[in-house]
């Protein structure tokens, strides 16, 4: 084989393994409706959190980045008129943030887009690591729908890679489903993360891959406290 033909084949590979050849289109940015947008920076917070306190992304950057916040429509598509729902939560619980924002355009699946996030609190928060600022985003006709689907976040990944479920479970054990398109359920055993207070906003983290990311539907979450059961929790993921 000749030189310039090996570098041919080389190049070729390098690009079909490239992790950038299975990134999302990125669509146009998601703003702020109806001056939504509300935040909160107390640490004297006494809190205990809600069970959804995240579904991201991992990243391997070590700190949080405010400008790169994205939206990921991996499972779900967005339609114009529907609404995009951000909750923000610091795992000490004493930053708390939402708003919402009316589509003003469809996104297809799987496409992307940057979600603008200004907060008066911006230097503190970009220098927490990704775990200890988390995001759960729903997507439905408001944000109390009860048909609403959850969408992924990111703090600036636009590559799909694994998932982490950020959890309020207070449970000795969870585990979670995970549930595509023809596919047999896969299961994951959660891990309790490092308590340094006794009030947090979350407890337990899930790990996880998809065979095909397009085609998930729903993760459902098992928890107990010791022979305990508690009751499941869903996310749906396609509408």
């Known amino acids: ?28 940015p998601l703003g702020v409706s109806d001056n939504s947008f509300s935040e909160n920076f107390n640490p004297k917070v006494n809190v205990s959190g809600q ?39 610091s795992k000490t619980g004493t930053y708390t943030a939402k708003w919402y924002y009316t589509l003003e355009n469809a996104y297809d699946i799987p496409q ?27 997507l439905g006709k408001d944000c109390k729908h009860k048909k609403r689907v959850y969408v992924p976040t990111s703090w600036g990944d636009k590559v799909l890679k694994e998932y982490t479920l ?3 479970t207070d449970a000795t054990s969870t585990e979670i489903d995970i549930k595509e398109d023809e596919q047999e359920v896969q299961n994951v055993k959660c891990v309790n993360m ?10 337990t983290q899930c790990v996880f891959s998809a065979t095909d990311h397009t085609k998930m539907k729903s993760i459902t979450v098992f928890s107990k406290s010791y022979s305990e059961d508690y009751p499941k929790v869903k996310f749906n993921l396609r509408n």
């Open 1 to 28: 084989m000749s030189c310039t033909a090996f570098r041919h084949q080389l190049l070729t590979l390098i690009i079909v393994l490239s992790p950038l050849a299975h990134s999302a289109d990125v669509g146009p």
């Open 51 to 89: 069970t959804r306190a995240g579904y991201m992304i991992n990243t391997e950057s070590k700190r949080v980045n405010l400008d790169e916040l994205y939206v990921h429509f991996n499972h779900a598509k967005g339609a114009k008129g529907d609404t995009i729902c951000l909750r923000i939560a």
């Open 112 to 138: 992307l887009a940057p979600a603008k996030y200004v907060s008066a609190f911006k230097d503190k928060l970009n220098k927490m690591a990704p775990q200890d600022l988390v995001v759960i985003a729903t």
């Open 166 to 168: 950020f959890l309020n």
């Open 194 to 203: 490092e308590r340094n207070k006794d009030n947090i906003a979350y407890d």
